[in-house]
């Protein structure tokens, strides 16, 4: 969770599907709001948020993402909060400034297709082997 998190104003660990708008504050400078107008901590590393609307904003990465893109979100602890560019770069909440985003629930990795392959080869070689012992052939 980003070090707004630790503002002393109402705060909710984001949920899952959540539109989070980023806005500036001149005090605790940029921070992500959620669907109830309170501050909406992101829950941990790893989290990926897609691009929702944009805004205008100096950095010229920044400006060329669009709506649907979604991207990594990176957690520093000495940092401020960032999130990764297709390029590999990193951004800090302070470009996407007006920006909203939505939080991608967790996604499960898929097996390689060589292991579904495999995995169905078996299967297929164990129903034989039981047909062949319930038959006698």
């Known amino acids: 969770m980003g070090a707004y998190c630790r503002i002393p104003l ?3 660990i ?10 500036w504050s001149d005090y605790y400078g940029a921070a992500l709001f959620g669907e ?12 990926r948020l897609e691009i ?28 401020l909060d960032q999130l990764v560019l297709p390029s590999g770069r990193r951004a800090t909440l302070g470009h996407f400034v007006g920006f909203k985003l939505r939080l991608m629930p967790a996604v499960t990795p898929q097996p390689p297709r060589e292991e579904i392959v495999v ?3 078996r299967e297929t070689q164990r129903a034989l082997a039981a047909e062949t012992y319930r038959t006698g052939h």
Not at 14 to 23: N, P, Q, R
Not at 36 to 47: D, F, K, N, Q
Not at 69 to 79: E, K
């Open 36 to 47: 109830r107008r309170e501050i909406a901590c992101v829950p941990h590393t790893g989290c």
């Open 14 to 23: 984001a949920a899952d599907g959540e539109t989070l708008e980023v806005l």
């Open 119 to 121: 995995q169905r080869a």
């Open 52 to 79: 929702v609307a944009t805004a205008p904003t100096e950095s010229r990465e920044v400006t060329r993402l669009l709506p649907g893109q979604v991207l990594p979100y990176r957690r520093t602890f000495f940092l």
């Open 10 to 12: 109402p705060r909710h």
